[in-house]
């Protein structure tokens, strides 16, 4: 096995398994074995609204039960907070991070008095209210105790690269990275102190990972990933984006739909062979 090629399976612990995880998990297992390599596991367990104990453990059982094997300890990102706030100093310490104030129903309003917004993989792209402060008015706002969230300034970040931004997608081929399809994204959630984008990548570095396979939903975040990973001085792995399993309508598999769990179709009486094939292998 060579150990320096390595892949990833990263759930969030917010319900049970569908088939839809199953179809990434064997995605991201398949890619490890076809390069020699180890598959991985992490729990992505920072929306403490949504994330539950019970739901991790039962992540765990239905792998296992699947025929899963992957290294242990595995890295829950809640218990590692404080390293992706450091990730984050280190940004704004560069200027490269400002304090947005706005809730979603402001900026909703602007975008509506502006009579629109660019769009992006998350919704609208945020218009730039809280970027367009001065250093002053910021400042006061946060010794005021106003509640915040921290945002990219992507056009001072996009300063700071020097050369193209490009990776692998082992399905499209070569790729160019353009951040702008994301603008200036939260990358510190006033509730968390973190978010997606920077704990998937500082993890991805942290933990040594070459190839990542995720749904094709995520694609257009690795334009960002990129840029964060060139900010940070990371390594750019190796992707694989695959195509979402979807139910008899075309619709995506989905918790917030009910999908129907691999704990349900254990408890029909389902094998994993059965399963697995239902995820499309």
């Given at each position: 096995m060579n150990a320096t090629t390595l892949s990833r399976f990263a759930p969030s612990?917010?319900?049970?398994?569908?088939c839809g995880h199953v179809c990434s998990a064997?995605?991201?297992?398949?890619?490890?074995?076809?390069?020699?390599?180890?598959?991985?596991?992490?729990?992505?367990?920072?929306?403490?609204?949504?994330?539950?104990?019970?739901?991790?453990?039962?992540?765990?059982?239905?792998?296992a039960w699947l025929g899963f094997q992957w290294p242990v300890p595995v890295r829950c990102q809640s218990q590692h907070l404080a390293e992706y706030r450091q990730t984050a100093e280190?940004?704004?310490?560069?200027?490269?991070?400002?304090?947005c104030f706005c809730t979603r129903q402001e900026i909703q309003r602007e975008i509506a008095a502006a009579g629109g917004a660019p769009h992006g993989s998350e919704g609208p792209l945020y218009p730039g209210t809280c970027r367009r402060l001065s250093k002053d008015e910021q400042q006061f706002r946060v010794n005021r105790g106003d509640s915040f969230a921290l945002r990219l300034d992507?056009?001072?970040?996009?300063?700071?690269?020097?050369?193209?931004m490009?990776?692998?997608?082992?399905?499209?081929?070569?790729?160019?990275?353009?951040?702008?399809?994301?603008?200036?994204?939260?990358?510190?959630?006033?509730?968390?102190?973190?978010?997606?984008?920077?704990?998937?990548?500082?993890?991805?570095?942290?933990?040594?990972v070459t190839h990542i396979s995720r749904g094709e939903d995520l694609f257009e975040a690795t334009h960002l990933h990129r840029l964060l990973q060139?900010?940070?001085?990371?390594?750019?792995?190796?992707?694989?984006?695959?195509?979402?399993?979807?139910?008899?309508?075309?619709?995506r598999l989905a918790k917030r739909d009910r999908a129907e769990t691999v704990q349900a179709l254990r408890q029909q009486g389902l094998t994993p062979a059965d399963v697995m094939h239902r995820a499309g292998f």
């Open positions: 612990p917010t319900g049970r398994l569908h064997l995605n991201a297992r398949q890619l490890a074995l076809e390069t020699g390599g180890q598959f991985l596991l992490r729990i992505e367990d920072i929306d403490f609204t949504r994330c539950r104990t019970e739901y991790t453990e039962g992540i765990f059982e239905d792998l280190t940004l704004l310490q560069r200027g490269l991070l400002y304090p992507l056009a001072a970040a996009m300063a700071t690269v020097c050369r193209p490009e990776w692998l997608d082992l399905n499209r081929g070569p790729q160019q990275a353009a951040p702008e399809l994301l603008g200036d994204v939260v990358l510190v959630r006033r509730d968390i102190g973190c978010s997606y984008h920077l704990c998937v990548v500082h993890d991805d570095a942290l933990q040594a060139e900010l940070l001085q990371l390594p750019i792995p190796v992707y694989q984006h695959h195509s979402l399993l979807r139910d008899a309508d075309g619709k």
